[in-house]
């Protein structure tokens, strides 16, 4: 049984809601009160003085950080360590699925720019974190390692990682695949220079003519700034907009 003892008014509501989002079986008691027998894991505030039964495992919980600690404390009551693996399924919205050990405790889709940062979020406090990265989407993909920093990242062949998806699970595939990726062991990788080829430049300048209020499409020299992360579509529309002829390629028009 998971047990939250604190006085810390934050740390209880945030922990508490952890919990039951989680659907996790736990009780509260004051600090000070009777131990419920079957306590394994008690929950308290980061350094406060609460005394806790022997044997029992104690959580310290950051009031800025009420999941991580719900984490440790299902991990310990499982008494199944395991590393924090972070798979990424890339894209334009990547899916982004947190495993410790083999529960998915986490997930997400998030747009591309934003990618980088919720893995670092979710690994900041991980003793030994890995990220692994499908190897679809190059260009995206290629941006987010670049952006991925002093956290080893596995590329993993993601050949059958998208799951069949059955009536109701529309719009889960990418964050599913992105758990499968998180279970598939890659090779190890700092960085993947990406050459764009012809198609993908296309598909950039299709993109910015969709953006473009004047449905005209940026150059070629522009659309290979966007597939090498230097600039969004919005910021290349803008250079396009201040060169001659609004910069346009002829070829674009």
């Excluded at 600090?31 to 495992?57: K, L, N, R, Y």
């Excluded at 260009?139 to 059958?160: A, F, K, N, Q």
């Amino acid at each position: 049984m998971i047990v939250v003892a604190t006085g810390d008014f934050e740390v209880y509501h945030g922990v508490v809601t952890e919990l039951r989002d989680r659907g996790v079986d736990f009780t509260t008691i004051e600090p000070g009160d009777e131990w419920p027998e079957d306590t394994a894991v008690a929950v308290v505030a980061a350094g406060e003085a609460v005394e806790i039964p022997d044997g029992v495992e104690r959580v310290g919980a950051d009031p800025e950080r009420p999941r991580r600690a719900v984490e440790d404390a299902i991990e310990a009551l499982r008494g199944e360590p395991g590393r924090t693996v972070v798979g990424i399924d890339p894209g334009e919205r990547p899916g982004i699925a947190v495993l410790h050990g083999e529960t998915v405790v986490a997930a997400f889709q998030v747009p591309a720019t934003e990618a980088a940062e919720a893995v670092r979020r979710e690994v900041e406090d991980a003793p030994d974190p890995l990220v692994r990265i499908g190897d679809g989407a190059r260009l995206v993909g290629s941006r987010v390692i670049d952006d991925i920093d002093d956290v080893p990242v596995e590329l993993v062949d993601e050949t059958g990682t998208t799951p069949y998806l059955g009536s109701g699970a529309r719009g889960m595939g990418d964050v599913l695949a992105a758990a499968n990726i998180a279970r598939r062991a890659g090779e190890e990788i700092t960085s993947r220079d990406i050459e764009p080829t012809a198609g993908e430049l296309q598909r950039i300048k299709d993109r910015s003519r969709e953006a473009s209020d004047t449905n005209r499409a940026i150059d070629a020299e522009l659309a290979r700034r966007v597939a090498a992360g230097e600039l969004s579509i919005e910021e290349a529309l803008v250079e396009h907009r201040g060169g001659p002829l609004d910069g346009a390629d002829p070829t674009d028009r």
